[in-house]
């Protein structure tokens, strides 16, 4: 028979190529019921051995994948959990995600990764997806959106990435510490000698500055030092666009001659302000000192090498997608008590050669 032909063998091997193995056929290959099949595929049940390993090396040979859009519309769960944070394509965000999805695949999710829009059409989707959680990292999202998805029903985990007057009934948090963190930077900071500490908090917006865990941190520590609020204000460099703040940070560097330690909101922002300071001839650490948050790879990397703030990302993912599953249990079987849902961490001060001097 020629290969073009179309025979009966080739009708019938091309029928079983596209034909979905059901749940059906691995119970007549493993010469079990549907019901033992379902217990071994949903582990929920005991099954003696012999016939689980019946159903696992049926399922492995007809290469059977249960239909998940199916179960989900069945157990009303996607098995999806969906990250929505600021900046997709920050190393900080990347490492959450990496860690969440190692924790969440373990457990029989997928994790997706979106960057917040706040407009209402954005958050339809969100809600309609159905997904089994969704995890916010984003100082922008807005909290009436958060309120919303929480009252839709789905299980909501909210990272503390600045301060929230009121957080919505039925929503998880996770605090990283960051607030005494960046307090602990600082002061190592005025303790090495710092008299005139600089804040760079591009591309944060000055209506913005109260919410912001950083400045509130700067402005503690600032007051504790004897700074009035006027001074703090002076001292932190804001307010200016994304293709023109390093033109004028450097300009405000070469005014400002008694700047001699400069903290900012991430790493890139602290290697950043590391070249600029050193293109103008301060060096570091002895002119400037640098303090970074998120303790990145570039604060290792560039030279010198940069004093961070490091945040517990791996610990902070995993008790995400815990809390995920928790408050999913809890909406089950009215268990999950409030202070089950807020989890505080605490930050690591990584210190290098941008802050390596003698107080």
Same mark, same amino acid.
Request: glycine share 6%.
């Given at each position: /028979?020629?290969?073009?032909?179309?025979?009966?063998?080739? #009708?019938?091997?091309?029928?079983?190529?596209?034909?979905?193995?059901?749940?059906?056929?691995?119970?007549? *290959?493993?010469?079990?019921?549907?019901?033992?099949?379902?217990?071994?595929?949903?582990?929920?049940? *005991?099954?003696?051995?012999?016939?689980?390993?019946?159903?696992?090396?049926?399922?492995?040979?007809?290469?059977?994948?249960?239909?998940?859009?199916?179960? =989900?519309?069945?157990?009303?769960?996607?098995? +999806?959990?969906?990250?929505?944070?600021?900046?997709?394509?920050?190393?900080?965000?990347?490492?959450?995600? *990496? #860690?969440?999805?190692?924790?969440?695949?373990?457990?029989?999710?997928?994790?997706?990764?979106?960057?917040?829009?706040?407009?209402?059409?954005?958050?339809?989707?969100?809600?309609?997806?159905?997904?089994?959680?969704?995890?916010?990292?984003?100082?922008?999202?807005?909290?009436? $959106?958060?309120?919303?998805?929480?009252?839709?029903?789905?299980?909501?985990?909210?990272?503390?990435?600045?301060?929230?007057?009121?957080?919505?009934?039925?929503?998880?948090?996770?605090?990283?510490? !960051?607030?005494?963190?960046?307090?602990?930077? !600082?002061?190592?900071?005025?303790?090495?000698?710092?008299?005139?500490?600089?804040?760079?908090?591009?591309?944060?917006?000055?209506?913005?500055?109260?919410?912001?865990?950083?400045?509130?941190?700067?402005?503690?520590?600032?007051?504790?030092?004897? !700074?009035?609020?006027?001074?703090?204000?002076?001292?932190?460099?804001?307010?200016?666009?994304?293709?023109?703040?390093?033109?004028?940070?450097?300009? $405000?560097?070469?005014?400002?001659?008694?700047?001699?330690?400069?903290?900012?909101?991430?790493?890139?922002?602290?290697?950043?302000?590391?070249?600029?300071?050193?293109?103008?001839?301060?060096?570091?650490?002895?002119?400037? /000192?640098?303090?970074?948050?998120?303790?990145?790879?570039?604060?290792?990397?560039?030279?010198?090498?940069?004093?961070?703030?490091?945040? +517990?990302?791996?610990? /902070?993912?995993?008790?995400?997608?815990?809390?995920?599953?928790?408050?999913?249990?809890? =909406?089950?079987?009215?268990?999950?008590?409030?202070?089950?849902?807020?989890?505080?961490?605490?930050?690591? !001060?990584?210190?290098?050669?941008?802050?390596?001097?003698?107080?």
């Amino acid at each position: /028979m020629k290969p073009n032909s179309k025979g009966t063998d080739g #009708q019938d091997g091309e029928k079983k190529k596209n034909l979905r193995v059901t749940r059906a056929d691995v119970a007549k *290959y493993a010469g079990v019921s549907e019901t033992i099949v379902s217990y071994v595929l949903n582990n929920n049940r *005991y099954v003696a051995a012999e016939k689980r390993e019946r159903v696992k090396k049926a399922v492995a040979e007809l290469n059977y994948h249960p239909n998940v859009i199916a179960r =989900a519309l069945r157990k009303k769960t996607s098995r +999806q959990i969906l990250l929505i944070t600021d900046i997709v394509i920050d190393e900080f965000f990347g490492e959450i995600l *990496y #860690q969440l999805d190692k924790y969440a695949y373990d457990k029989g999710y997928l994790v997706s990764l979106c960057k917040y829009h706040n407009v209402d059409s954005y958050l339809g989707r969100v809600i309609n997806s159905q997904f089994d959680g969704i995890i916010i990292n984003s100082a922008g999202f807005k909290t009436e $959106y958060i309120n919303q998805i929480a009252q839709a029903g789905t299980p909501v985990v909210l990272f503390l990435t600045k301060k929230y007057e009121q957080i919505p009934d039925g929503v998880a948090t996770i605090d990283s510490g !960051l607030y005494k963190g960046v307090e602990e930077g !600082l002061e190592t900071l005025w303790k090495k000698g710092a008299k005139n500490i600089v804040y760079l908090a591009e591309p944060l917006k000055k209506r913005d500055l109260q919410k912001d865990i950083r400045f509130l941190a700067f402005q503690e520590v600032g007051k504790r030092h004897g !700074l009035t609020d006027e001074k703090i204000l002076e001292q932190t460099f804001i307010g200016f666009d994304e293709d023109l703040w390093q033109e004028e940070f450097a300009k $405000y560097l070469a005014k400002n001659h008694q700047v001699d330690a400069v903290f900012t909101r991430n790493d890139r922002l602290a290697a950043t302000a590391s070249q600029i300071a050193q293109t103008l001839g301060r060096k570091i650490p002895n002119d400037i /000192m640098i303090l970074g948050v998120d303790n990145s790879s570039i604060s290792r990397l560039i030279t010198p090498s940069i004093t961070t703030i490091e945040q +517990q990302k791996e610990e /902070m993912s995993r008790a995400a997608i815990e809390l995920i599953e928790s408050m999913n249990q809890g =909406a089950r079987n009215g268990t999950l008590q409030r202070q089950e849902t807020e989890k505080v961490f605490t930050t690591k !001060l990584i210190e290098r050669d941008s802050t390596n001097r003698l107080g």
